[in-house]
T-cell receptor, first 112, second 114 residues
Framework: DADVTQTPRNRITKTGKRIMLECSQTKGHDRMYWYRQDPGLGLRLIYYSFDVKDINKGEISDGYSVSRQAQAKFSLSLESAIPNQTALYFC???????????FGEGSRLTVL | AQSVTQLDSQVPVFEEAPVELRCNYSSSVSVYLFWYVQYPNQGLQLLLKYLSGSTLVKGINGFEAEFNKSQTSFHLRKPSVHISDTAEYFCAVSEIQGAQKLVFGQGTRLTINP
């Protein structure tokens, strides 16, 4: 069974629409992350959370918001999607100090 | 802040040939180093990591990497590649102290030709 699950796996939407990407994990990891992958740019950190009450901005947080509803759930929202937010989004989870990220399979978002 | 540079965006190699994927990093503090692999249409999975100890690290699928502190490099090698190694490979770095945030390089696409 997958440790980290993302939904939806694929989504096509229009400019200006609100979009939510959801992430859940089953192994009780403390920390959760949202990354964005673009060709030639690698993965860039959007937001990360060390526990339910601790949310931190990453390097590219503008235009995004997150919610850590429970230890196991971390959702990413685009309040008003724009075409340059078209990308592959990854959720990841880790334990404190273990230094390994466990990734979901990604959510491909296309904004027309 | 740390940064990672993968020196090759694409590497084509013939099957059973050796391969080296190059990674250099920059950081003002001590770091942990990682290589992740992304197979087509999949998420990332950990290939290997350097936390401390021996500078030669062995990972899954016959890959290994060597940490060179003086050259701030962490190159990935495999002596003989297979078609199944076709994937994108990402080098990443995390500061030992402070927030556990991985900073990724741009990725290297490894293509194995028969």
């Amino acid at each position: 069974d997958a440790d980290v699950t993302q939904t939806p796996r694929n989504r096509i939407t229009k400019t200006g629409k609100r979009i939510m990407l959801e992430c859940s994990q089953t192994k009780g990891h403390d920390r959760m992350y949202w990354y964005r992958q673009d060709p030639g740019l690698g993965l860039r950190l959007i937001y990360y959370s060390f526990d339910v009450k601790d949310i931190n901005k990453g390097e590219i947080s503008d235009g995004y918001s997150v919610s850590r509803q429970a230890q196991a759930k971390f959702s990413l929202s685009l309040e008003s999607a724009i075409p340059n937010q078209t990308a592959l989004y990854f959720c990841a989870a880790s334990d404190r100090g273990y230094r390994e990220l466990f990734f979901g399979e990604g959510s491909r978002l296309t904004v027309l | 802040a740390q940064s990672v540079t993968q020196l090759d965006s694409q590497v084509p190699v013939f099957e059973e040939a050796p391969v080296e994927l190059r990674c250099n990093y920059s950081s003002s503090v001590s770091v942990y180093l990682f290589w992740y692999v992304q197979y087509p249409n999949q998420g990332l999975q950990l290939l290997l990591k350097y936390l401390s100890g021996s500078t030669l690290v062995k990972g899954i699928n016959g890959f290994e990497a060597e940490f060179n502190k003086s050259q701030t490099s962490f190159h990935l090698r495999k002596p003989s590649v297979h078609i199944s190694d076709t994937a994108e490979y990402f080098c990443a770095v995390s500061e030992i102290q402070g927030a556990q945030k991985l900073v990724f390089g741009q990725g290297t696409r490894l293509t194995i030709n028969p």
